[in-house]
């Protein structure tokens, strides 16, 4: 049902005429400030306006943290509405639609922010901590929204089923007969197995999916769900779920670790505010702190900074020469309808049980 989800957000947003709105006069000037008081400014500001809203893909647990920082820096409350990155982007669309435009800020998966930024509700702010992303291939050339993490999609393993001598070390050899029938994959990663395809050369890498596809692979829904089913120990390996829910499990003495084969797949989240936000000085206050302090926050919880200062899996894997496949938001959307077309045939809908 989901991937059915994301599959219909996508082609609602391509089927669907743009609804530009023009940035309130109070948003367009502070988004703009570049003076040497910006963040004195904004910090006034936003405590005057005392509160913004959000709109964030990240888990209930997070966000609390999340807002208790922000408000012990700041003094300024920060208000959620929780959804997937599916669940965002379709109540955008259907808010503006109806005229309305209730969040001050965005945080989720950069496909789907940059969807919301083709419908021309979203703001260019001009902070100068952009310059300090550590993928600068991440970032869009029309400057509305930035990469705040990164989603290292990662293969997981149950420490008590495979030893690391044993992992695989390319991805020809998942196709060895030790492996049949003990692969997990998740349902809605199309961007990952896009990505993955693309960096293989397509030909090569279609067949490479479809020859898994033929030995066996148990299809799941749900990157923290698919990540449990291998600390259970139903699936050995898991490919394409998130380091940080691995890391997370882990540190509380899981049976579970991971690896990557190149090349590593990185799918960046992203920070956006509002043209017609309601609370504009604590928007941009926000978008700067998620690329500055939110960073620190963001390793407390075992996520992946998009800030080049921070010490990081993605930051680790560039310094060691290792291939990285950034997921690019631009083809993502435009190309999504076909791949997961394709996802469906070859994998998720010969799921083994």
């Not at 990952?192 to 030909?203: C, I, P, R, S, T």
Request: charged fraction near 25%; glycine fraction near 6%; proline fraction near 5%.
């Amino acid at each position: 049902m989901r991937t059915q989800l994301a599959c219909f957000a996508f082609s609602l947003f391509l089927a669907g005429p743009a609804h530009a709105v023009d940035p309130l006069p109070g948003v367009a000037a502070v988004a703009a400030y570049q003076g040497a008081d910006r963040s004195e400014r904004l910090i006034a500001g936003a405590k005057q306006e005392g509160e913004l809203m959000l709109y964030s893909s990240l888990t209930p647990e997070d966000q609390l943290k999340l807002g208790a920082d922000f408000k012990k820096r700041y003094g300024v409350a920060l208000k959620f509405w929780r959804g997937s990155q599916t669940n965002i982007l379709q109540r955008v669309l259907a808010e503006t639609r109806g005229g309305r435009y209730e969040f001050d800020a965005l945080e989720t998966n950069s496909p789907q922010i940059e969807a919301i930024a083709r419908e021309k509700l979203l703001q260019n702010v001009h902070s100068p901590f952009v310059a300090d992303v550590l993928l600068p291939q991440a970032l869009p050339a029309h400057g509305e929204w930035a990469p705040d993490r990164l989603n290292l999609l990662v293969y997981a393993y149950n420490t008590n089923a495979v030893r690391r001598t044993d992992l695989p070390k390319t991805w020809q050899a998942l196709l060895d007969a030790k492996w049949k029938g003990r692969l997990g994959m998740e349902s809605t990663n199309v961007e990952w197995f896009a990505a993955l395809v693309q960096a293989m050369g397509e030909k090569a890498g279609l067949d490479l999916f479809k020859r898994l596809g033929d030995n066996g692979v148990a299809v799941r829904t749900g990157h923290t769900h698919s990540t449990g089913r291998v600390i259970a120990g139903e699936i050995a390996v898991f490919l394409g779920v998130f380091s940080h829910d691995v890391d997370r499990m882990k540190a509380k003495g899981a049976p579970i670790d991971w690896f990557v084969l190149p090349p590593a797949i990185v799918l960046p989240s992203a920070v956006a505010v509002s043209r017609r936000a309601a609370h504009p000085h604590a928007a941009a206050l926000f978008f700067d702190y998620m690329l500055t302090d939110g960073q620190r926050f963001y390793t407390d919880v075992y996520r992946v900074p998009a800030n080049k200062s921070y010490d990081s899996h993605v930051r680790r894997l560039t310094q060691e020469g290792r291939a990285i496949s950034v997921v690019e938001a631009q083809s993502a959307i435009e190309d999504y309808d076909k791949w997961q077309a394709v996802y469906k045939k070859l994998i998720v809908d010969r799921s083994q049980q």
